[in-house]
């Protein structure tokens, strides 16, 4: 199937936005009028340039307030279609989209409508071109892609056809079923845009606030299993309004914009494979069935710290590397991988951001089928050389250049730990420390729904509603994604300013991407005794987070006293509790985090994050970093 783009769907001037398009993979563009406009080529030299690039001409648009209007404004709509037909044949494309009309002298009625679009169709057929009539959600008297379809099926020409875009249906919830109804040869172009689900005035919401499907909460796949269903074999395109992305770097959005088609599809194909003629051959969603491992960077006195830390959290090395300057450090089913090596991607990331996470394992069903349907979602492939008697792990990269190893069962790549590693046989007892609970990814704001569209169309994970932590510096955006059965979460943070606690985090380590690891207990209180008998030192909190917690929830004086002596913090909702601790921060702003999770709980604490900013602000302060 087709895929295209429409040109105000990402930032730019016309080249530019073509040469993103063209390298993002599309077949096309819908070129919108204004781009056209702005650009000092003619018609046909625009037209050439675009198919130099290997891009069709989908669409034209957008034609305005045609259908209904009186005379003389109707004789005048005529003459303006008119007129954008000939600009049409000198640019090479043959279909036109015309909204729904919104001028105030437009008159209802599906008749009246029905026969200006017989008249068009007959002179559109005159030069070799089509009309397509799209109902915007806001249409003065169309709205409903219902109704447009009955305009179109009583304009009754071979010439006139139906647009359909998704938010026009979802953002006023017409159940997407109905077109189904609709025959799919008279179906003659579909745009896809999604977006999050806000309740304001419906143009405002459109021009602003749409992305791209699976970025955000309207039934975006519903709707196309319903169009394909009818039959049609035109193009899929993507029409986004979006402030964010207009002033994004187009690369980047574009590559985001057909990741989000070839995973719509794939969708589509997997919920309906009769519907979808030439799906992309590639394999399903990888499951995840836990985090294989982390692994720092670090060189010097930042390895002493680390390795310190991770010593008093109860950790001990378990194994050291056959080839490299690698130690494993294990408790219960967790591994952190301190790397040491002074050549190589490791040592490139130390140099860039000082100590950081620069490789995290996921452990899949599959992992080759995992890399491979990466790669089709346009991820970069990561390979470094390997020694004798090293595995060959498939990986790509992640967020800011990070690496991503995927591990599995079945071809033999989670023996790496025996196969790569020497084995310490003197492991002690260590501090109830079972596996790892989340993972923290800091970004920027602007970059959050690309990362969050990266894992959810790679993997089965689910997300949480996007919710503001407040941090006494600014806002920080958050949102959690997790497999289906809590074996993996990561939480995507995104700063707006360098002020807060994660926008200083990532301006000082030049954009490293984890800002800290939650740990999980199975009994918080045994936990934070050990560690503290291991020299531990918690973040500690002000007495009056634990009057306010008296304050809030129905506690006994014996628990608060508990919660109080190992600096946790607690929270509940209507299925549990939840209690997390913290380390000090270290290495610029990363810190670990302990937790227990009770009951049913799925949150990650987020009432107590500003007062566990405020108590890093608070130390590291004290520390003599710059105020903030």
Same mark, same amino acid.
């Given at each position: 199937?087709?895929?295209?783009?429409?040109?105000?769907?990402?930032?730019?001037?016309?080249?530019?936005?073509?040469?993103? !398009?063209?390298?993002?993979?599309?077949?096309?563009?819908?070129?919108?009028?204004?781009?056209?406009?702005?650009?000092?080529?003619?018609?046909?030299?625009?037209?050439?340039?675009?198919?130099? #690039?290997?891009?069709?001409?989908?669409? $034209?648009?957008? @034609?305005?307030?045609?259908?209904?209007?009186?005379?003389? +404004?109707?004789?005048?709509?005529?003459?303006?279609? %008119?007129?954008?037909?000939?600009?049409?044949?000198?640019?090479?494309?043959?279909?036109?989209?015309?909204?729904?009309?919104?001028?105030?002298?437009?008159?209802?009625?599906?008749?009246?409508?029905?026969?200006? @679009?017989?008249?068009?169709?007959?002179?559109?057929?005159?030069?070799?071109?089509?009309?397509?009539? %799209?109902?915007?959600?806001?249409?003065?008297?169309?709205?409903?892609?219902?109704?447009?379809?009955?305009?179109?099926?009583?304009?009754?020409?071979?010439?006139?056809?139906?647009? +359909?875009?998704? $938010?026009?249906?979802?953002?006023?919830?017409?159940?997407?079923?109905?077109?189904?109804?609709?025959?799919?040869?008279?179906?003659? $172009?579909?745009?896809?845009?999604?977006?999050?689900?806000?309740?304001?005035?419906?143009?405002?919401?459109?021009?602003?606030?749409?992305?791209?499907?699976?970025?955000?909460?309207?039934?975006?796949?519903?709707? #196309?299993?319903?169009?394909?269903?009818?039959?049609?074999?035109?193009?899929?395109?993507?029409?986004?309004?979006?402030?964010?992305?207009?002033?994004?770097?187009?690369?980047? !959005?574009?590559?985001?914009?057909?990741?989000?088609?070839?995973?719509?599809?794939?969708?589509?194909?997997?919920?309906?494979?009769?519907?979808?003629?030439?799906?992309?051959?590639?394999?399903?969603?990888?499951?995840?069935?836990?985090?294989?491992?982390?692994?720092?960077?670090?060189?010097?006195?930042?390895?002493?710290?680390?390795?310190?830390?991770?010593?008093?959290?109860?950790?001990?090395?378990? =194994?050291?590397?056959?080839?490299?300057?690698?130690?494993?450090?294990?408790?219960?089913? !967790?591994?952190?991988?301190?790397?040491?090596?002074?050549?190589?991607?490791?040592?490139?990331?130390?140099?860039?951001?000082?100590?950081?996470?620069?490789?995290?394992?996921?452990?899949?069903?599959?992992?080759?089928?995992?890399?491979?349907?990466?790669?089709?979602?346009?991820?970069?492939?990561?390979?470094?050389?390997? =020694?004798?008697?090293?595995?060959?792990?498939?990986?790509?990269?992640?967020?800011? =250049?990070?690496?991503?190893?995927?591990?599995?069962?079945?071809?033999?790549?989670?023996?790496?730990?025996?196969?790569? @590693?020497?084995?310490?046989?003197?492991?002690?007892?260590?501090?109830?420390?079972?596996?790892?609970?989340?993972?923290?990814?800091?970004?920027?704001?602007?970059?959050?729904?690309?990362?969050?569209?990266?894992?959810?169309?790679?993997?089965?994970?689910?997300?949480?509603?996007?919710?503001?932590?407040?941090?006494?510096?600014?806002?920080?955006?958050?949102?959690?994604?997790?497999?289906?059965?809590?074996?993996?979460?990561?939480?995507?943070?995104?700063?707006?300013?360098?002020?807060? #606690?994660?926008?200083?985090?990532?301006?000082?380590? $030049?954009?490293?991407?984890?800002?800290? !690891?939650?740990?999980?207990?199975?009994?918080?209180?045994?936990?934070?005794?050990?560690?503290?008998?291991?020299?531990?030192?918690?973040?500690?909190?002000?007495?009056?987070?634990?009057?306010?917690?008296?304050?809030?929830?129905?506690?006994?004086?014996?628990?608060?006293?508990?919660?109080?002596?190992?600096?946790?913090?607690?929270?509940?909702?209507?299925?549990?509790? @939840?209690?997390?601790?913290?380390?000090?921060?270290?290495? =610029?702003?990363?810190?670990?985090?302990?937790?227990?999770?009770?009951?049913?709980?799925?949150?990650?604490?987020?009432?107590?994050?500003?007062?566990?900013?405020?108590?890093?602000?608070?130390?590291?302060?004290?520390?003599?970093?710059?105020?903030?």
């Amino acid at each position: 199937m087709k895929t295209s783009i429409a040109t105000v769907s990402i930032s730019g001037n016309l080249v530019e936005k073509l040469e993103a !398009i063209a390298a993002a993979g599309f077949d096309g563009i819908e070129i919108f009028e204004q781009d056209f406009i702005a650009h000092d080529g003619n018609p046909r030299e625009v037209g050439d340039l675009i198919r130099s #690039m290997g891009l069709d001409i989908t669409l $034209f648009q957008p @034609f305005r307030d045609f259908e209904g209007l009186p005379d003389p +404004l109707r004789a005048k709509a005529f003459d303006r279609a %008119e007129r954008k037909f000939d600009l049409m044949q000198e640019l090479g494309t043959d279909l036109v989209l015309i909204c729904s009309s919104c001028h105030p002298e437009a008159l209802g009625g599906i008749d009246r409508a029905a026969e200006d @679009f017989q008249v068009l169709g007959e002179r559109a057929a005159k030069r070799g071109l089509r009309v397509g009539f %799209e109902a915007l959600a806001w249409g003065r008297h169309v709205n409903d892609h219902r109704d447009a379809w009955e305009i179109v099926r009583r304009a009754d020409h071979a010439n006139v056809g139906l647009v +359909l875009d998704s $938010f026009h249906t979802l953002a006023r919830k017409i159940d997407p079923e109905t077109i189904r109804r609709i025959p799919g040869d008279k179906i003659f $172009f579909v745009q896809l845009a999604d977006a999050p689900q806000i309740t304001m005035d419906l143009l405002y919401w459109s021009r602003h606030f749409r992305n791209m499907p699976g970025e955000g909460d309207l039934p975006v796949t519903d709707f #196309m299993r319903a169009v394909m269903a009818t039959g049609y074999s035109g193009p899929i395109s993507l029409e986004i309004f979006n402030d964010q992305f207009r002033g994004g770097p187009a690369k980047a !959005i574009a590559k985001d914009g057909y990741r989000s088609l070839v995973a719509l599809m794939d969708d589509v194909y997997r919920a309906e494979p009769a519907t979808v003629t030439d799906p992309t051959p590639m394999p399903q969603r990888a499951r995840i069935t836990g985090t294989s491992f982390v692994e720092f960077a670090t060189r010097g006195d930042d390895a002493d710290t680390l390795e310190s830390m991770l010593t008093t959290l109860g950790f001990q090395e378990s =194994g050291t590397h056959i080839a490299k300057k690698l130690a494993v450090w294990t408790q219960g089913d !967790i591994r952190i991988v301190v790397n040491h090596e002074e050549v190589g991607y490791a040592a490139s990331a130390y140099h860039m951001h000082g100590t950081t996470v620069c490789d995290i394992g996921i452990s899949v069903d599959a992992a080759q089928a995992a890399v491979l349907r990466a790669q089709h979602l346009g991820a970069e492939p990561f390979r470094q050389p390997t =020694g004798p008697g090293e595995l060959d792990i498939p990986a790509i990269r992640g967020l800011s =250049g990070s690496v991503l190893h995927f591990i599995d069962d079945t071809s033999g790549l989670s023996d790496v730990w025996q196969v790569e @590693f020497t084995q310490n046989p003197t492991m002690g007892p260590d501090a109830g420390l079972k596996r790892i609970d989340h993972l923290a990814q800091t970004m920027s704001y602007d970059e959050m729904l690309s990362w969050s569209l990266f894992y959810t169309t790679l993997f089965q994970m689910r997300k949480s509603p996007m919710v503001d932590v407040v941090d006494p510096d600014g806002l920080v955006r958050s949102q959690a994604l997790e497999a289906p059965d809590g074996t993996f979460r990561i939480t995507l943070n995104g700063a707006e300013t360098h002020r807060t #606690m994660a926008g200083h985090f990532l301006a000082d380590s $030049f954009g490293a991407s984890v800002q800290h !690891i939650a740990l999980a207990s199975d009994d918080i209180f045994a936990t934070s005794t050990a560690l503290l008998a291991r020299g531990f030192e918690p973040l500690p909190m002000s007495d009056n987070y634990y009057a306010d917690l008296v304050a809030r929830f129905d506690l006994d004086a014996a628990l608060l006293d508990r919660l109080k002596a190992g600096n946790i913090l607690y929270d509940e909702d209507s299925n549990g509790a @939840f209690f997390q601790f913290y380390s000090r921060p270290y290495a =610029g702003g990363m810190f670990f985090e302990i937790v227990e999770r009770r009951g049913g709980y799925t949150g990650y604490g987020a009432p107590n994050a500003p007062f566990r900013i405020a108590a890093q602000k608070r130390l590291m302060r004290q520390k003599g970093m710059p105020k903030q």
